[in-house]
């Protein structure tokens, strides 16, 4: 993050959040959470670009990045109420959520839960279809039988409990998609070697309100095209998600 940004931590629920703030006074909020197995630090190349239209505060979920971890938030449905713990904590009414990643199912579980809550979301691969549209490590490590290896002390081995509870929950995930009127925007990469195309339009097909971006990049499209999926971004909260311009758009 650029040395003008607050980057710190806060207590929520307990836990000492890591977070990064872009600070000053704004009409719009941008809240966004970190991707797995990287950090909020992800969200530096797009930085710039978003804090000249909104406030940014960035994320690092529990259990994520540097955030402290507590077993029972390690779920979709357990972290989406806690996603509405930090926009209480931080005073934020009317947001835009900006969840990529293992964030997906936890924005969508929030917006489902707490209608009215989310101003709208951005959201993109990570897995939220039912059955599971999901392929290399993500798909050996929630298809792997619990051998003792999700028990172990290793900080990106116990994060493994969050992927891990999607056949869980991601078919009564599937169930509110049609329920959810909150503008969606979905951005996924066409050569995603561990979360298909195929995930992403199973959330545009049934979520009443949203579109789909399928950009040129592979998993990291955040980071792979930075102005890209910035400009996608921007252009939401400017004033797209209003607008019910729905629609699927490949770049």
Known sequence: MS??????????????????????????????????????YAFDPIWPRLSGIARLLA?????????ERRTDLLSPMAMSGFLVQILEEWDIADPHLVCPGVGTPAGLFAAARHPGRIRSLVIGGGAAAWPLQVDGALKEMIDAPDTGVVRSQDRFAEAARYVRSYPEQLPLLAGLLPQIFTPVQIITGRNDPIMPVAD??????????????VLGTGHLAWEEAPGE?????????NGGYLTGNTGMNLM
Do not use: M
């Open 3 to 40: 040395s003008e940004v607050k980057v710190g931590y806060r207590a929520v629920d307990g836990l000492q959040i890591r977070y990064a703030d872009s600070d000053g006074p704004a009409s719009q909020h941008l809240v966004l959470t970190s991707p797995w197995p990287e950090s909020l």
């Open 59 to 67: 994320i690092d979920l529990p259990g994520f990045g540097r955030s």
């Open 200 to 213: 992403a339009e199973f959330l545009y097909a049934r979520l009443p309100n949203s579109r789909l971006d």
């Open 229 to 237: 999926y910035g400009a996608i971004i921007a252009a939401w909260v």
